[in-house]
């Protein structure tokens, strides 16, 4: 499992997440990520930490309860 | 090739932060050191023209990472230390504390340093780059003291917004006919000036400073323009853009990687965070990941301008929406799309960076 952490006092709204990830990540209305769930097993978290040009994505593997 | 079993990372902005936590999360195991020249862990810049400035955010708060996850991730940090010298046919770096540190593959993320004007500049002279810079400009940021900035692209403009918001006059001086007019083109520069007028902030054009005038208890007191003319003034900053840290050499080849300012073409336009995790790929050598245009943005005057794509080959503009929240669109000869400007419309820029994405 992946825990999802966005800082969005990071986030510059470039958007790739949203795209890359779409069932995890949305922007809101001031188009800044949000996450939609806190925990996931999608590996596309991945991508959408990777596409992100500010890092402000912070995936990190966890074991399964 | 054989993985590496030690990864240096010369360099703890965010290209160097990014690489390194990208060859752990891509399940790099070896030892993985990442050296700052500054005393601080690897934090988010462009705050300090902005909430860092006006004190809305701490130093503390701009730490890309919480102090915990470097350790959990066994990355070493060594800060305050630069890289004196790398011997590349021993595998081996010596930082300027004397510390010999050996690698497998070297990574140079030392990013770039604020371009000084060439004549001497006295006390009171600032540039905005580091930390250190920012603490010290925000001492000199007092209600009524007199600002002048050399450079009128994006630190200069931001820290003008962020000074009149604290009571500073300001002089902006620029060389082209218009602030940005090289990056964003001139119909957004004459937007963009106006607008700084409006919010009091005295723009001089078409000018280049020649000298800085001092007091006699060695403080600046004047800004002298090519023309002739002074700009009086308690407090500089010189924001004439950045030059490559290139001291290590430009010279990449595996085991060797460069990343962030020092190594993209276009400096910031360029997403130095993209990069990093293009080095940690390569060094772990799995595919890299498909293309992102390059992406700006800048916060000044209560507009939040989000820039995707490349403007250099721009011919025609087009400006749609009101004077606060617009888009432009950049076109090449033939019609191109090369590049998109939102201007307090980030729900727009989703949508536009697929568009130029599209077009390329």
């Known amino acids: 499992m992946y825990r999802i952490q966005i800082d969005r006092s990071l986030c510059s709204g470039f958007g790739a997440c949203a795209e890359l990830a779409p069932d995890i990540i949305e922007l809101d209305a001031s188009g800044n990520a949000t996450a939609r769930v ?8 991945l991508d959408a930490a990777a596409a992100c040009p500010m890092a402000a994505i912070l995936i990190t593997e966890e074991e399964a309860a | 090739m054989t993985p590496p079993r030690s990864v240096l990372v010369v360099g703890a902005g965010l290209a160097g932060a990014r690489c ?20 601080f862990a690897p934090y988010e810049r462009p705050a300090l023209s ?6 809305e955010r701490s130093a503390e708060e701009l730490f890309l990472r919480p102090n915990a996850f470097w350790h959990e991730q066994r990355i070493e ?17 010596t930082t300027s504390g004397g510390r010999v540190i050996h690698w497998d593959a070297l990574v140079l993320a030392t990013g770039a340093r604020a371009r000084q004007l060439p004549f001497e500049a006295p006390a009171g002279t600032h540039v905005l780059r580091t930390l250190a810079d920012a603490i010290a400009l925000r001492r000199e940021l007092l209600p009524g003291a007199r600002l002048a900035i050399v450079g009128g692209g994006f630190v200069g403009a931001e820290v003008a917004s962020t000074a009149r918001k604290l009571g500073v006059d300001v002089t902006l001086l620029e060389a082209g006919s218009a602030p940005f007019e090289r990056a964003l083109g001139p119909e957004l520069g004459v937007r963009l000036a106006e607008r700084y007028l409006d919010h009091g902030v005295d723009i001089r054009t078409e000018t280049a400073a020649a000298a800085f005038h001092a007091r006699p208890h060695g403080r600046v007191r004047a800004v002298e323009l090519a023309d002739g003319s002074v700009v009086e003034c308690d407090v500089v900053l010189v924001a004439v853009g950045v030059a490559p840290a290139h001291e290590l050499g430009a010279e990449v080849e595996p085991p060797i990687y460069a990343c962030g ?6 400096g910031h336009w360029t997403g130095a965070a993209a990069e990093a995790v293009g080095a940690a790929r390569r060094i772990l050598e ?10 700006f943005w800048s916060d000044q005057f209560g507009l939040r301008l989000q820039l995707v794509g490349d403007t250099t080959h721009a011919d025609e503009v087009e400006l749609e929406g009101s004077h606060d929240s617009f888009v432009a669109r950049y076109r090449a ?3 191109k799309l090369v590049a998109a400007l939102a201007s307090n419309q980030p729900a727009a820029m989703g949508g536009l960076r697929l568009e130029v994405a599209a077009a390329a």
């Open chain 1, 38 to 45: 806190g925990m996931s097993d999608d590996p596309a978290v």
């Open chain 2, 20 to 39: 390194a936590e990208t060859l752990r999360a891509e399940g790099f195991d070896g030892e993985l050191v990442l050296v700052g020249e500054e005393p």
């Open chain 2, 50 to 55: 902005k909430e860092f400035l006006t004190g």
């Open chain 2, 77 to 93: 940090l060594v800060l305050g230390q630069r890289v004196a010298s790398v011997d590349r046919e021993r595998r081996t770096a």
């Open chain 2, 261 to 266: 300012d020092n190594a993209g073409s276009r």
């Open chain 2, 286 to 295: 799995l595919d890299p990941l498909p293309a992102q245009p390059p992406f």
């Open chain 2, 333 to 335: 000869r033939g019609g």
